[in-house]
């Protein structure tokens, strides 16, 4: 299994950068989080890696070769959005045979056992599903697929709590059996920090996250503290946020902390989640772009 690897993507639409030479290595058998505001350029990124559009410039590369230009390496990936790829009259038993015909290594005996767990009646026609069950038979098929890279665009839009739960526990069980890369775009952060391994933020059509999550959270701060207490250290630390609380100021900080800070008695300090880091850093429009490849 090779890497992915994403060189100087550009593409436009009415004249409007979406990305903006956009340069990403994605690692074999990895789960990553992909995280950004409406038109921050999520699904356009993941539909130019699944050679769903075209780029305005730059390349996707597997192993060094371009994967527009050998339909091999294009079955290595599989995307996984809101759009409807299969045939409505089409009864899902049908959809599942057809695709195991199509791919010779897709797990046919799983996606039966997936069914069952969701509660599908593989009887019922594509078209006859609710909205919510063409999502949960599409995220069935995509946990099947013998694809090395899986693309999530929102895959569990719509989707009750429960449901959602129980995707996500499959995930990682058919992660541990067979390691290949995930790449989720969602907005449910804190839902999916816990099973993801790395995370990549995008504003404005550039990656300004990549990196572990342990590695971001550990160095991801809320520091308290009286104006006074704080100023002598402030203006020398990444600042993603400031908010004032009565007399009190809070500041959250990416990166280390100096130790003088850390031992102020008077000062409180707080880890962020996941979802406060991208809260923050969003707002930050004036902040440098925090990358660790």
């Known amino acids: ?16 950068n979406v990305l903006a030479d956009v340069n990403l290595t994605f690692q074999p058998e990895m789960i990553y989080g992909l995280f950004g505001c409406n038109g921050a350029g999520k699904s356009t990124l993941l539909n130019i890696i699944a050679s769903r559009i075209l780029t305005d410039g730059g390349e996707v590369f597997y192993d060094h070769q371009s994967v527009w230009e050998y339909d091999d390496l294009m079955a290595k990936i599989y995307l996984v959005d809101s759009n409807d790829m299969y045939y409505p009259g089409m009864k899902l038993s049908k959809i599942i045979a057809d695709t195991a015909g199509f791919y010779g290594e897709f797990d046919q005996e799983y996606a039966l056992e997936l069914s069952e767990k969701f509660e599908l009646n593989l ?4 078209a006859k599903l609710s909205t919510g069950y063409k999502t949960i038979f599409k995220l069935i098929m995509s946990l099947c697929v013998p694809a090395e890279y899986v693309l999530l665009d929102e895959p569990v839009l719509g989707l009750d709590s ?3 739960k129980l995707f996500y526990q499959e995930l990682l069980n058919t992660y541990t059996k067979k390691p290949r890369t ?16 790395r995370v990549l933020i995008m504003q404005n059509g550039k990656i300004v996250v990549n990196q572990e999550v342990e590695e971001l959270l550990a160095e991801a701060y809320l520091v308290l503290g009286s104006e006074e207490d ?12 400031h908010e004032k609380l009565g007399n009190l100021h809070g500041y959250y900080i990416l990166g280390e902390l100096p130790a003088e800070l850390t031992q102020q008695t008077t000062v409180q300090i707080e880890t962020l989640s996941l979802d406060q880091v991208f809260v923050h850093l969003i707002q930050d429009e004036e902040g440098d772009a925090y990358v660790n490849n």
């Open 1 to 16: 299994m090779s890497s992915l690897e994403l060189k100087n993507i550009y593409k436009s639409f009415l004249n409007k």
């Open 123 to 126: 009887d019922q026609k594509y």
């Open 162 to 164: 429960q449901h959602r």
């Open 182 to 197: 995930f790449i989720i775009a969602t907005h449910l952060i804190d839902e999916i920090s816990q099973i993801i391994q």
């Open 230 to 241: 704080l100023a002598p250290y402030i203006h020398d630390l990444h600042v993603i946020g």
